[in-house]
């Protein structure tokens, strides 16, 4: 079981599933991430889609804003920015929504997967203690590119 579950960790998950495990898991905000498809070709665009989802009376901070980092792949370039939904009341992460990282595949990337490394970097805020903390979680994107 252990082994099933690191496996599908390191090699992403398809449309509609999501990744559900790390070991440094924020114990106030659950983060997962899926694909917008399973399988890309070259020149596609994609997008993760990140969900982080806070416990009750914890919310996660739009300023700063997310902030995250992939470690470079030729062939495979992610935008400068998240786009992250707001909360049209609060002003905070609208956790409803995914905050969402788009990304371009070159137009010469050969068949295969592609794991890369990230690490995403968060505020987050107990409303019912009144403290706040940053977050870094890192995670792993496998990118199956087809022919």
Same mark, same amino acid.
């Given at each position: 079981?252990?082994?099933? /579950?690191? /496996?599908?960790?390191? #090699?992403?998950?398809? *449309? &509609?599933?999501?990744?559900? !495990?790390?070991? =440094? @898991?924020?114990? =106030? ?14 020149? @596609? !665009?994609?997008? $993760?889609?990140?969900?982080? !989802? ?5 919310? $996660?901070? #739009?300023?700063?804003? $997310?902030? =995250? ?17 707001? @909360?049209?009341?609060? &002003?905070?992460? @609208?956790? *409803? *929504? ?5 990304? #371009?595949? &070159? ?6 997967? =592609? !794991? ?32």
């Amino acid at each position: 079981m252990i082994a099933m /579950l690191a /496996l599908m960790f390191i #090699t992403g998950m398809p *449309q &509609g599933a999501v990744n559900h !495990t790390s070991a =440094y @898991d924020n114990k =106030y905000v659950r983060f997962e991430f899926t694909l917008n498809r399973a399988n890309f070709t070259p020149g @596609d !665009t994609g997008t $993760v889609f990140v969900f982080l !989802t806070p416990n009750e009376g914890v919310h $996660v901070n #739009t300023e700063p804003p $997310v902030e =995250y980092e992939f470690e470079k792949k030729p062939h495979i370039s992610f935008s400068a920015k998240a786009v992250m939904p707001k @909360d049209s009341v609060t &002003g905070y992460l @609208d956790v *409803q *929504q995914p905050v969402s990282i788009s990304f #371009t595949l &070159g137009k010469k990337i050969s068949a295969g997967t =592609y !794991t890369i490394k990230g690490k995403m970097k968060y505020f987050f805020c107990s409303e019912k203690e009144g403290w706040c903390n940053q977050f870094i979680q890192p995670f792993i994107v496998a990118i199956h590119v087809k022919k």
